[in-house]
């Protein structure tokens, strides 16, 4: 009976040894594809791979409601991708996974709840923007080439439009069209982003809370001047009390005051008869 069991515990760590480095040797092989499919670009057999692991890594943003900065980061990503490939036939795959690109980034933006942040990512998206619509201004300088037709029977998929605005990719397009057009997506989507900015910014300041401002209190340097007080002083002739100013003295001082004395008129006795 022990004899059994103990070769049963040994076919078991024996099965559980072999998954163990089943699912190691498959996690090292993913990794290495997922690293290979890093430097992969638009056409490649391995870029669904290299998206799915975005998505992956987006999920995982999502839950730190970082998920906005993330989206502007491959917006730069998707533009780099388009710029390997401008010269090639592939160029139009480029340039449709930049504009879609775009478009999901700005979805991403609208999402955010907090004005302050809405803000934020709006300028840094804008900054974004306007890089690479002056690097592919530069671009359009140094090629003025056609590009290379899609191959026969190839379907093309074509980014939905609106406002009628022609396609992203025409089998006729030129790469210099297709950065003219692109360059007009970018602009009118800087447009939309400096809307949302303004707004946010508008509504962070009409949430602030009212103080009321301090009157600042002015202390005068000088003490204020004193009043010169009047007082009474009989009329030398006797007829009664005239109200006459005392002057000042030069200490600021009260004036002493000063009383005439009225002369006494002695009754004069008349004898009876």
Do not use: C, H
Not at 27 to 37: K, N, R, Y
């Amino acid at each position: 009976m022990l004899f059994e069991e103990s070769d049963l515990r040994k076919k078991i760590k024996k099965i559980i040894s072999v998954t163990t480095w089943i699912a190691f040797t498959i996690s090292f092989l993913l990794a290495g594809v997922v690293a290979v499919a890093q430097t992969s670009v638009p056409g490649d057999q391995t870029y669904p791979i290299k998206q799915g692991f975005e998505k992956t890594v987006l999920a995982g943003f999502s839950l730190f409601n970082l998920d906005s900065r993330y989206q502007i980061d491959l917006t730069e990503l998707r533009f780099e991708e388009t710029k390997k490939i401008i010269k090639t036939e592939r160029a139009y795959l480029g340039f449709e996974k930049l504009f879609e690109q775009m478009i999901s980034a700005e979805y991403s933006i609208y999402a955010v709840k907090d004005p302050k942040k809405k803000a934020n990512l709006a300028n840094q998206y804008i900054s974004t923007l306007t890089n690479i619509s002056y690097q592919l201004e530069q671009e359009k300088k140094i090629y003025t080439e056609k590009t290379t037709l899609p191959p026969a029977g190839r379907s093309v998929a074509l980014v939905p439009t609106t406002q009628n605005q022609p396609p992203l990719v025409t089998t006729s397009s030129t790469v210099t069209n297709q950065i003219n057009y692109t360059q007009e997506q970018i602009q009118e989507l800087i447009n939309r982003l400096n809307t949302i900015a303004e707004q946010q910014q508008q509504e962070t300041q009409d949430d602030t809370p009212w103080r009321p401002t301090a009157t600042p209190i002015t202390v005068p340097t000088s003490p204020p001047p004193t009043a010169i007080p009047t007082i009474p002083l009989y009329d030398k002739q006797g007829g009664g009390a005239a109200l006459e100013p005392a002057k000042p003295r030069e200490d600021n001082s009260s004036p002493p005051i000063t009383l005439t004395p009225t002369p006494v008129v002695e009754p004069t006795i008349t004898p009876l008869e």
